[in-house]
């Protein structure tokens, strides 16, 4: 996937997110371990999202356990620099086309 074509990803994902009341903390959070492409705050709830988009194949296969452990190491920065005590999820939306799905609370 090229940059340009992530960045569109992101940028509809960040209004389906919106449109469900989600509040944009922030994109592309980078850590040691990796990046995060957004912190959004729902509720009580601080969702960090990975987003992945494809056209001909289901993008939800390009989350792999390893970037996963990577996007819970980089919560765990978020959360100590930023001293929140609030619920975490991880969360997972794919873009194909027009489709935007979000998976909450994921694991592999």
């Known amino acids: 996937m ?16 919106e449109k469900r009341g989600f ?3 922030t994109r592309n959070y980078h850590t040691r371990y990796g990046e995060i492409d957004i912190i959004a705050k729902h509720g009580n709830t601080l969702h960090f ?37 609030e619920l975490l999820s991880v969360d997972l939306i794919t873009v194909q086309k027009e489709q935007i799905e979000l998976f909450e609370n994921i694991s592999i």
């Open 2 to 17: 090229s940059l340009e074509k992530g960045l569109l990803a992101e940028e509809k994902s960040v209004k389906f997110l």
């Open 23 to 25: 509040e944009i903390l």
């Open 49 to 85: 999202i990975e987003v992945k988009s494809g056209r001909n194949f289901n993008p939800i296969q390009n989350m792999t356990e390893k970037k996963l452990e990577k996007i819970l190491k980089s919560a765990e920065i978020f959360l100590q620099k930023r001293d929140r005590d």
